[in-house]
């Protein structure tokens, strides 16, 4: 009796410990199977990117202009609604600006392709428009650059989420709306860290965004794709998001100033 006892636990033990080791061994192939598919998408996204910033640097690359870039958004603003510089001329100079500095610290996500033909319109408007003031918005022809997390029409906002590359925004966000409504022209979309959780900037998707000042430090997060691009006069106005300091950290990291919007802070 004691010996069939003994051979009945060996036997069960021996059974147990076969399915422990079975659903491990399947629970680390399909972790790997997922990760796999997921590095999969991950390399498709930046090839689609990649393909876009070729494009758009390709119709930009003769439209360098320093001068006009390192205008304070209010100088700039001014000299958009004079009509001493046209919106085409102007968002033309940031697209190159722009991703010539993400060449470097990697803080563009991906340019709107339409911002161009955006600029366009609003220069054939200022030009038809008899009384200018009353015609053309507060924000006329400024460039706007958009957090990645933020919803523009026809482009990801993944968050850094494989989940969520290649579904594109069916409309603009509130922001993105108003923004348009009164003449501003977004114009790329910003790196940030993987769920906006961590005050750096680096996703699996897009990479690391190196700090503006120095490179071999951080540019904070969430905001901090934002941060390093205006940093580098990459953009005159960023939107971004702040909750618990996404504006506030990477705008102290990278020595720019960061506005977060709270309930009657305008009264």
């Known amino acids: 009796v004691i010996a069939m006892s003994t ?41 689609q990117v990649d393909r876009s910033r070729r494009e758009v640097y390709q119709s930009v690359q003769h439209y360098s202009d320093d001068e006009l870039t390192r205008k304070e958004a209010e100088e700039l603003l001014e000299a958009l609604k004079r009509g001493e510089v046209t919106a085409l001329k102007t968002i033309r100079a940031f697209l190159f600006k722009a991703l010539t500095v993400s060449s470097e610290l990697h803080c563009v996500v991906e340019p709107i392709k339409e911002a161009e033909n955006a600029a366009a319109e609003l220069d054939k408007l200022f030009r038809d428009s008899d009384n200018k003031s009353c015609e053309i918005g507060m924000l006329h022809g400024m460039p706007v650059s958009i957090k990645e997390s933020i919803d523009v029409k026809g482009y990801d906002s993944t968050m850094g989420l494989g989940k969520f590359c290649f579904q594109p925004a069916e409309q603009d966000s509130v922001v993105v709306k108003i923004l348009r409504n009164q003449g501003a022209v977004p114009f790329v979309k910003t790196n940030v860290p993987q769920c906006l959780f961590t005050m750096e900037c680096s996703n699996p998707i897009f990479g690391q965004t190196l700090g503006p000042i120095h490179k071999e430090r951080s540019c904070g997060g969430s905001t901090g794709g934002e941060a390093a ?26 020595g720019i100033c960061g506005l977060k919007l709270t309930q009657n802070r305008w009264r």
Do not use: N, W
């Not at 940093?231 to 950290?249: K, M, Q």
């Open 7 to 47: 051979r009945s636990r060996l036997f069960t033990f021996v059974a147990c410990s076969t399915i422990a080791v079975g659903i491990y061994a399947l629970e680390t192939i399909l972790a790997y199977l997922k990760t796999k598919q997921a590095r999969r998408v991950y390399a498709e996204k930046r090839k």
């Open 229 to 254: 691009l205006l940093a580098r006069y990459g953009s005159p106005l960023g939107i971004g998001t702040d909750v618990a300091g996404s504006i506030r950290f990477p705008a102290h990291f990278s």
